[in-house]
């Protein structure tokens, strides 16, 4: 599976932003899929996942009632809407899919393939 995440820009402080990311391969259904984010001299952390069907999801304390991810099988791609965003959501936002579990982790250790990352800068 290749992933492959769009969407990041720059926007001012409670402001939106809609990233996606695609995924190549017909296995994109069996695989729960999270998103992550890296901020400059910081460890990779855990925004939200979701199963491989999208009955369930997780969210970070730090965004929930903001972001929502979703996902469309027949299309392979999963989202991840942001809204009401903060200076500290600046971040590298990584898309990363799990075949061994189908089931919404925040552990990076569950994740198999990793996108590119896409740059998300909100502006104070």
């Known amino acids: 599976v290749q992933l492959q995440a769009s969407g990041g820009g720059l926007v001012q402080a409670g402001g939106s932003l809609r990233l996606s990311c695609a995924a190549s391969?017909?296995?994109?259904?069996?695989?729960?899929m999270g998103w992550f984010r890296q901020a400059p001299g910081k460890e990779r952390e855990s925004v939200a996942a979701?199963?491989?069907?999208?009955?369930?999801?997780y969210y970070a304390g730090f965004v929930k009632g903001r972001f929502t991810i979703s996902r469309d099988n027949a299309k392979n791609t999963v989202d991840l809407q942001m809204n009401s965003l903060k200076p500290e959501d600046t971040a590298v936002y990584y898309c990363a899919a799990s075949f061994r579990s189908r089931w919404p982790s925040s552990d990076t250790r569950s994740y198999d393939h990793w996108g590119q990352g896409t740059l998300v800068t909100v502006s104070s």
């Open positions: 391969g017909p296995t994109f259904s069996s695989a729960a």
């Open positions: 979701i199963s491989w069907s999208g009955s369930s999801s």
